[in-house]
């Protein structure tokens, strides 16, 4: 909880640490309320600190001492100092290697955070990114310490048949009193934030991978009995991941055993302990019946990010957590990667674009704004932020465009080879992109340590006489909190040339050879391209690929949208025009509900859905984008005070109105794409099931008889959950009268499947349907709500706070009352997803001046509960200021 005055920790003060641990050898005796840890510590005093510090300060937190000793003899308490998060060693020794035998005891079961030793059902399981390992023992706690582990696991056999941690098992025993235990040593150096133990009743399906040198390693998943049919996609998941992984990076895996384990309590995704990830079950089991196909999707991304972890993140890790976007934004941009060639590479981009813009761009421009590289923080937890993962993402996705992907596999080659076996910063990352390409990257470095998204205004004047296109653009970046008058940044901005037929014209700049598609390298505030020889003005396919995280200001036409929807040969700006295009009639008619006139509809729309519709496209699930209308949270992104109601009615207005001049095509796309197909999960199956309900949910919204028969029809006959939970929320959001029959049975049906019951919670919370804010009222008192299950709590609580911009945003305020309830509850048990939930509340500055209060009123009243926790003390003050 809380300390009165809650410090900061500042990337300046960075200094080496003291102390070094070369070998941790720990023992455990598992209880579920009473666990005995036996660490001997081998240390060191770092040669390269400067501190003339004689004392050892290990960090500790919840923990009971039960004793101390140095070099085989027992200290007393005067030679030691405890406080409720540190264990001083007076007078430790400067010379030489020591050993210090610390015994402590913990109690799993009263961690209700989730963070050091835990219990979830009936196993026990650890997680220690980021400063969990004090949870379990005294120790520094910090990821520039880097010590090989051997760690021992004593428990009741019956209770925790399987026991498991980092590295290999090594030796095996039994014990009287039915107890057994398990050796496990972890050739690799790691930071504790690494480690983990899982002990429980598990049951296991095994697989081997071979790896490119022709070593076998034994690939193990662990899940509760009940889940062991639904572990097949995560394996096959790994082993595209592994294959990949040496295919396009060269990195092969290194120990000889790769563990997963499934649990259902989990405050994050996943964990890429070493040789023992630790995964939220939600990104491991699937079965057709259980799973949808984007679950498929994210099993197979999230098991690729925490494998391709094992290199970047593992092996070379970071420094300290300022620099988490070291391992965070390479990973994310790796597992983009992946995704993107598993599947569609454009669906992939505009899936990965449309949530940065949504929801990374709203944290860049609000009070909680950062860099991806932090200078500060009060509770690191608080950082593993949109900004860190999905910008760091971005960051380094921009180094792969400036360079070339030759050249940025040169400079991540040159990264592994240089600092396998360290801790290290962002800037060494950048450091070896430079030194393998030779080139100079000092100014691109400011992406690192500037906040705030950065505008780009274009213009462009033709000349028809020299046959010259110049371009000008300008870049500024927004003040962010503590950050005003940035300097300009280094910004790739790809583009391409449409002629007045569509044809790709080719770009001519600065004498080089015509090409069809260039970067330019934008480094002033303003600066100017010419292009030459063009016989007539072409159309300008701005930021392709969406090749810089940045706001593009241009006005251009509906039919200039219409045109490049049309014909851009770039798959993620030919859907980015059908997003502005429908942008622009959506904004249209907010006015219009706004000023209280009639709404019509804008016919370049219909028409624009016409000419799509009447195209054959071999990407199903890339022509379903083109067809999906602008999110509500982007549509809020796009004006100056956001309007819940106005957003909510005019995007309802044009998907109605496209469902009723359309739907003779959309019954069709239905009819020829609804085939019984459940279980296959290739593009072609999966684009279908897209399209298809994508035509469902613009028909539902006619509410006639023979509509509400199909997605009744869809729905009980439904043999996949794709199929199932797409047809139910056409029910559940429009006036259908089976809605609470198809809610009863679905509930029915899948009472014993917790992840199919989260989507059941998640779906009535975020229904747009009047009444829903009483649903979600009863909904916490259902037996199935368990607010100590983060994802129980995410899928009901966070449904409605971050997917229900209408009901959450009640002008009576209900909404924000009952979020801040919640959150207060919630932190009792787990501060971590508590702050987590307060986000919700962080944009109050882009609503109505009554929004505003009543925001800012709930924040004030979440700081001025008694003992509230520092993570939720940090995001809320912060958003407050
Ligand atoms: N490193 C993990 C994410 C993670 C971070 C913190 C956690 O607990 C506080 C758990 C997981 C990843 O990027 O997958
Ligand atoms: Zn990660």
């Known amino acids: 909880m809380r300390d009165a005055n809650p410090q900061t920790i500042y990337l300046k003060d960075?200094?080496?640490?003291?102390?070094?641990?070369?070998?941790?050898?720990?023992?455990?005796?598992?209880?579920?309320?009473?666990?005995?840890?036996?660490?001997?510590?081998?240390?060191?005093?770092?040669?390269?600190?400067?501190?003339?510090?004689?004392?050892?300060?290990?960090?500790?937190?919840?923990?009971?001492?039960?004793?101390?000793?140095?070099?085989?003899?027992?200290?007393?308490?005067?030679?030691?100092?405890?406080?409720?998060?540190?264990?001083?060693?007076?007078?430790?020794?400067?010379?030489?290697?020591?050993?210090?035998?610390?015994?402590?005891?913990?109690?799993?079961?009263?961690?209700?955070?989730?963070?050091?030793?835990?219990?979830?059902?009936?196993?026990?399981?650890?997680?220690?990114?980021?400063?969990?390992?004090?949870?379990i023992t005294y120790f520094l706690d910090r990821p520039d310490v880097m010590s090989r582990f051997k760690t021992t696991l004593v428990a009741d056999k019956d209770k925790y048949p399987v026991l498991l941690s980092n590295g290999n098992k090594v030796e095996q025993g039994e014990l009287a009193g039915n107890r057994h235990w398990v050796s496990w040593e972890d050739p690799f150096a790691k930071p504790c934030y690494l480690f983990a133990l899982v002990a429980g009743q598990l049951e296991c399906i095994e697989d081997r991978f071979v790896t490119m040198s022709g070593r076998e390693i034994s690939l193990q998943i662990y899940v509760e009995a009940h889940d062991v049919d639904k572990c097949d996609h995560a394996m096959q998941s790994l082993k595209n991941a592994m294959r990949w992984d040496e295919e396009v990076y060269g990195r092969e895996y290194d120990l000889d055993l790769y563990m997963i384990v499934a649990v259902g309590h989990f405050n994050m995704g996943a964990m890429e302990n070493k040789g023992l990830n630790i995964f939220n079950t939600k990104f491991v089991l699937a079965r057709p019946d259980t799973a949808t196909d984007s679950d498929y999707e994210h099993i197979e991304g999230v098991i690729g990010h925490e494998y391709f972890h094992n290199w970047s993140g593992n092996r070379v890790t970071c420094r300290d957590w300022f620099q988490l976007s070291l391992k965070e934004g390479f990973t994310v941009f790796r597992d983009q990667q992946f995704s993107g060639d598993r599947a569609s590479k454009a669906v992939k981009r505009i899936e990965d674009v449309n949530m940065l813009r949504a929801r990374q761009f709203a944290e860049d421009a609000g009070p909680l704004a950062h860099p991806i590289r932090p200078e500060a923080y009060i509770e690191i937890n608080n950082f593993y932020t949109l900004t860190v993962y999905e910008k760091g993402a971005e960051v380094v996705r921009m180094l792969h465009t400036l360079l070339g992907g030759e050249g940025f596999r040169k400079g991540c080659d040159l990264y592994f080879q240089r600092h396998d076996g360290q801790a290290v910063t962002c800037d060494d990352f950048v450091s070896a992109m430079e030194d393998a390409n030779g080139r100079d990257l000092t100014q691109f470095r400011r992406w690192y340590s500037q906040a705030g998204t950065p505008q780009l205004n274009v213009e462009q004047h033709y000349d028809a006489e020299s046959g010259q296109l110049e371009l000008t653009l300008r870049q500024h970046c927004p003040d962010t909190p503590g950050q005003t008058d940035k300097p300009p940044l280094h910004i790739p901005v790809k583009i391409g040339l449409l002629n007045s037929r569509g044809q790709v014209e080719l770009i001519k700049l600065d004498g080089r050879p015509p090409v069809e598609e260039t970067v330019l390298e934008l480094t002033e505030a303003e600066q100017s391209f010419a292009l030459s020889g063009l016989a007539e003005q072409p159309t300008v396919s701005w930021l392709r690929g969406f090749s810089a995280p940045v706001i593009v200001k241009?006005?251009?036409?509906?039919?200039?949208?219409?045109?490049?929807?049309?014909?851009?040969?770039?798959?993620?700006?030919?859907?980015?025009?059908?997003?502005?295009?429908?942008?622009?009639?959506?904004?249209?008619?907010?006015?219009?509900?706004?000023?209280?006139?009639?709404?019509?509809?804008?016919?370049?729309?219909?028409?624009?859905?016409?000419?799509?519709?009447?195209?054959?496209?071999?990407d199903l699930s890339y022509f379903s984008l083109l067809l999906a209308l602008p999110d509500e949270s982007y549509l809020a992104s796009q004006m100056d005070v956001i309007d819940v109601d106005a957003i909510h009615q005019a995007r309802e207005f044009v998907k109605k109105s496209l469902a009723e001049r359309l739907q003779a095509h959309f019954l069709r796309l239905y009819r020829e794409n609804h085939r019984e197909e459940s279980g296959q999960f290739d593009a072609g199956a999966i684009g279908r099931r897209r399209i298809k309900n994508t035509c469902l949910h613009y028909l539902s919204t006619l509410e006639t008889g023979d509509s509400q028969s199909l997605s009744l029809r869809q729905f009980e006959g439904a043999a996949n959950m794709t199929d199932q939970m797409a047809s139910l929320s056409a029910i559940v959001n429009s006036r259908h009268p089976a809605k609470q029959a198809c809610l009863e049975q679905f509930y029915r049906q899948w009472q014993d499947e917790d992840l199919v019951i989260d989507k059941w919670f998640a779906l009535q919370a975020s229904s747009h349907w009047p009444g829903t804010f009483a649903k979600v009222q009863q909904l916490l008192q259902h037996s199935a709500f368990d607010m100590k299950n983060p994802n129980r709590v995410r899928s009901l609580v966070g449904a409605f706070s971050q997917a229900n911009p209408v009901h959450f945003h009640a002008r009576d305020g209900s909404g924000y009352h009952f979020l801040a309830d919640q959150v207060i509850a919630l932190d009792k048990l787990n501060p971590q997803v508590a702050s987590r939930m307060v986000t919700a509340l962080t944009q109050w500055r882009r609503y109505d001046d009554e929004r505003q209060q009543l925001m800012k009123a709930v924040l004030q009243r979440i700081i001025d509960t008694e003992a509230i926790s520092t993570d939720v003390f940090e995001t809320a003050s912060k958003s407050l200021a």
């Open 554 to 618: 241009m006005q251009r036409s509906l039919e200039e949208l219409a045109f490049l929807l049309s014909y851009d040969s770039d798959t993620f700006n030919r859907w980015e025009a059908s997003q502005q295009l429908a942008g622009q009639v959506i904004a249209d008619l907010i006015a219009d509900i706004q000023q209280g006139r009639e709404l019509t509809l804008n016919p370049v729309i219909v028409e624009a859905y016409t000419k799509l519709l009447e195209q054959q496209w071999d």
């Open 14 to 135: 960075y200094s080496v640490p003291e102390y070094l641990i070369h070998e941790v050898d720990l023992n455990f005796d598992l209880g579920e309320e009473h666990t005995v840890v036996v660490a001997r510590l081998t240390l060191q005093r770092n040669p390269q600190s400067q501190s003339p510090n004689q004392e050892l300060t290990l960090m500790g937190e919840d923990l009971n001492l039960l004793g101390v000793e140095l070099d085989g003899t027992a200290l007393h308490a005067q030679q030691y100092v405890q406080t409720d998060t540190s264990l001083t060693i007076h007078q430790a020794p400067q010379d030489g290697i020591f050993v210090l035998k610390i015994e402590n005891s913990i109690n799993p079961k009263a961690n209700t955070a989730f963070e050091g030793l835990y219990q979830s059902s009936t196993m026990l399981c650890t997680q220690c990114e980021a400063e969990g390992f004090r949870k």
